[in-house]
């Protein structure tokens, strides 16, 4: 593990990265999804290198863009959609009521059991199909959760490279309703692509939580939190005052990454 936290200062040529507040928080953030006993670390030294690598690279992206916040919240809505979508199709209901948003209902944690038919609707997972015909539902949501884990070490890395930017507010922090919300779309998406009920009294209200991601990308918004609620008051999300890092889950069990 150690070429890990070595590319780390590699790749900024310096030691003062490597020993600043962000360059230290990045440096255990990897370790809670890496190091020996946890998430992903049965990967090869290669494949951890290549993940960490592209985080790093997005941090430097980042920072010499020429509109670093609006470059880093382009990069979090997207990586918010991919954990989010792979999320919905591995979560079990018992894994949903450890989360911060257990109590949302328009989140079902059901869906787990329908993943092979809905995997001919994502393009990952349908050429992971077309490779391995033959594979089962539970190594198909192992594999996804893989995938979805990944992304979720990307999106919690760059909540961290948010929070040192000073793009949150302790009170009502617009993270982890962004993802709440963002969960909330991909379940409703799966289930019209599945042919199943709405979990919604209103199918089109759905559309209001698939806006917020809208108020993430707009740089005019401080935070999308307030503006989401300020346009759509009154909407239900169970984790939207959470600023703890979002948790995801595998085979095997969960975990917790700093944020």
Not at 143 to 166: D, E, K, Q
Not at 185 to 211: C, H, I, N, Q
Not at 215 to 237: A, T
Request: glycine residues 8%; charged residues 20%; contains cysteine.
């Amino acid at each position: 593990m150690a070429g890990l936290f070595k590319a780390i200062g590699d790749r900024f040529a310096t030691r003062r990265f490597f020993k600043s507040d962000l360059g230290q928080a990045l440096s255990e953030h990897t370790r809670q999804f890496f190091n020996t006993g946890v998430a992903l670390s049965w990967m090869s030294p290669e494949s951890k290198e290549r993940i960490v690598q592209a985080l790093l690279d997005m941090l430097s992206g980042i920072q010499s863009s020429a509109d670093p916040l609006g470059t880093l919240r382009s990069e979090i809505g997207g990586y918010a959609v991919a954990a989010a979508r792979f999320s919905v199709l591995t979560q079990t209901e018992e894994e949903k009521a450890v989360m911060p948003y257990a109590a949302n209902p328009y989140i079902s944690g059901a869906l787990h059991l329908f993943i092979k038919q809905a995997a001919v609707f994502d393009d990952e997972l349908s050429a992971y199909l077309q490779e391995h015909s033959d594979v089962s539902a539970a190594d198909l949501v192992d594999f996804a959760n893989t995938r979805g884990t990944v992304m979720l070490y990307m999106l919690n890395g760059l909540n961290i490279i948010r929070r040192a930017m000073g793009d949150c507010d302790e009170k009502h922090d617009w993270f982890q309703a962004m993802y709440e919300a963002q969960l909330v779309k991909e379940e409703d998406t799966y289930r019209r692509k599945l042919g199943m009920p709405s979990l919604f009294a209103e199918p089109a209200d759905v559309d209001v939580y698939g806006s917020f991601l809208a108020f993430v990308s707009d740089g005019e918004v401080p935070n999308p939190l307030l503006g989401w609620l300020q346009v759509f008051p009154g909407n239900y999300l169970a984790g939207y005052n959470a600023t703890g890092a979002l948790r995801g889950h595998w085979a095997g069990g969960s975990a917790q990454a700093d944020g």
